[in-house]
């Protein structure tokens, strides 16, 4: 696994361990009670959701019936996690710590969707691309310097 993967990885774990007690058991359970395909899913709607930026438009063409496919599922997932599966946790967390915590914990969810594709050889074979472009002297200069 490259370098790059391993500290994107740490960073995302990293955003998991800042959340409070609550934030942590929605956390915990929003990853216990999601799929791999829900996981899948999720990350697939967040690909779809930016291709509409318009600055991916000429690299990423999605039909108009595969985006409604991808909102329909996430819809049902957020349903079925935050209003039944976790629902305790969920008002738990909005109680004690505040919307944003819940908010937070539902970006965590996400970065856990991502892991889970960007751990696959071919993606990870997709990001090692820019390996050959990357001046790790430089960035080694900066985190070793004093």
Not at 3 to 18: D, E, G, R, Y
Not at 35 to 41: I, V
Not at 72 to 80: E, K, P, T
Not at 123 to 136: E, P, Q, R, S
Request: charged share 20%; net charge neutral; with cysteine.
């Amino acid at each position: 696994m490259s370098k790059f993967l391993v500290l994107l990885i740490s960073i995302f774990a990293t955003n998991m361990s800042l959340a409070g007690e609550q934030a942590n058991a929605l956390n915990r359970c929003m990853a216990a009670s999601a799929t791999s395909q829900d996981k899948t899913n999720l990350a697939r709607w967040f690909i779809v959701s930016v291709s509409s930026h318009p600055a991916m438009t000429d690299i990423i063409s999605v039909s108009p019936e595969k985006k409604e496919e991808l909102n329909r599922a996430v819809g049902l997932l957020n349903s079925r996690i935050l209003g039944e599966a976790c629902a305790k946790e969920l008002k738990e967390v909005v109680a004690v710590e505040g919307i944003a915590s819940a908010k937070a914990s539902f970006a965590v969810f996400g970065e856990l969707a991502m892991q889970e594709v960007m751990v696959n050889p071919n993606v990870v074979a997709g990001l090692a691309g820019t390996a050959k472009y990357i001046d790790i002297a430089k960035i080694n200069a900066v985190i070793n310097s004093k």
